[in-house]
């Protein structure tokens, strides 16, 4: 039995790094979770239209415990919780390149239908759009990352 | 030993370690899983780094849908961290002929 060198205890930590984020998605998130979430979105602000204080804080709560639960869920069913200060940072760019574009769609639009647009459905359309966002924009993000962490294995040469 | 932690220097806990510093949490039936080992052999090396405080235990649920989680301390990424700036300082020293 060889020695190991340093060298190949840094590839081996390498290697070790790259296969958790495959084997992560491995126990990836079920398909319905994306529809679920985007419908959940487009209905927490379409109740806005209703113009009650009443119905709009509970709507966010209940939307508030969905995403909570389905984060738990998604946690406990994968076995782990990945922390992205040390991900790889082609995989964080996945990431962050929908997060943040997302977030400035959002909190724009809802700028928008709250001081600007006159319109009885204002928030029903803002919600349609930021489900899309949300529902379709996290499902291709979710893919891309998939993508990019089995490329990345594969340049390690790992196999999973 | 050249700044080499010997606890994390040992190869199974030196993936463990990799793992734990890449997480904000794993659970147990996932470590085994990813590194082939058996329930007895990962408690173990498990016990060991949570000895050192390297690692943090928490039980969720009761009775068999119950799960033992893991994370790492604030010492044990600390170690992990000097481990691998003296494995990549090892790289560096000049080879004697």
Redesign the interface.
Known sequence: MTT?T??S??S??ER??L??YV?QDS?GAPGWIWPVLGLGTALMLAVNDLESVVVSIVAVLLFAALLGGITAKL??R??????LS??PPSLRRVLLWYWIPAGLLILGGGFLATFVVAHPLKFTIFGIGAGLVTGVGGWLTVRRYEARARSMAREAELSE | MNGLDPLIHAPKRLRIMTILNATDAVEFQFLKKRLELSSSDLSKQMSALVDAGYADMRKTGKGPGSSTWFRITRRGRQAYKEHVEALKALLERPVRA
């Open positions: 190991p340093p060298s205890l840094l081996e930590i070790e790094q296969a958790l084997a126990n946690s406990e994968s076995g782990v919780q990945v922390r040390t991900m």
